[in-house]
């Protein structure tokens, strides 16, 4: 991934670890972590890891919103979709080596990956459950996929390795998330003001942090 880093801050940290914590009380993902990388995209890694792009950070407008994508990854963790898609793209000698001398296709091959109708819906199911029982509201999720819906065909360099690339989006998805939001539910927000700000500042706040290396790999 060339010289990117990941972002580390004592609040950043803690707001990522509370997120995670509601979404991921099993924990079943081994990690979560936040990349400083300015795509916004989401990506599991074989083996439960999620990475978070701090485009997607930056471009949401709630911690609501990145729970929703949160979930959904953790779909791909319970499920090993990640692990199947990659099998079947680069085959089988190339995941179980841990991409050795093919490490850039491996990872091209992470952030080509495209799933399925199916495996798309199931991941989806799991972040509703996720959240109805963190008591956050899908409403976001749906709004942020309606926006994000509305950016295809805009077309920048890095646009062909954002979240939409591998995980497209439809109407009848938006509907389900936004059909999930129950009427007179007590929702509470995925993390509060401060622990937001803290994750939203986490990339720019680490002075440690390696910078992208300015462009598409």
């Not at 709630?62 to 963790?77: F, I, K, N, T, Y």
């Not at 499920?79 to 001398?101: E, F, N």
């Not at 972040?127 to 996929?145: C, G, N, Q, V």
């Amino acid at each position: 991934m060339g010289n990117v880093g990941f972002c580390h801050t004592p609040a950043g940290d803690a707001a990522l670890k509370a997120l995670a914590a509601q979404l991921d009380p099993q924990h079943e993902a081994r990690e979560i972590a936040l990349a400083n990388i300015p795509m916004v995209n989401a990506v599991t890694l074989p083996g439960g890891r999620i990475i978070l792009f701090d485009g997607l950070v930056q471009q949401a407008k709630s911690p609501d919103e990145v729970a929703g994508v949160l979930g959904h990854e953790l779909g791909h963790v319970r499920h090993r979709d990640t692990m199947t898609g990659l099998i079947r793209q680069l085959g089988l000698s190339v995941v179980l080596g841990g991409a050795g001398g093919n490490a850039g296709g491996y990872l091209n091959g992470v952030l080509s990956l495209s799933y399925g109708r199916g495996a798309e819906s199931a991941a989806d199911g799991v972040a509703i459950d996720r959240m109805r029982e963190a008591r956050i509201s899908p409403a976001a999720t749906a709004a942020f996929f309606e926006r994000l819906g509305g950016q295809e065909g805009e077309g920048t360099e890095t646009q062909a390795m954002t979240w939409l690339s591998s995980h497209p989006l439809s109407a009848a998805r938006r509907r389900r998330f936004a059909a999930a939001v129950k009427p007179g539910a007590s929702y509470r927000p995925a993390l509060d003001r401060a622990e937001w700000q803290a994750l939203r500042t986490s990339c720019a706040s680490d002075p440690k942090v390696a910078k992208f290396w300015g462009k598409a790999f």
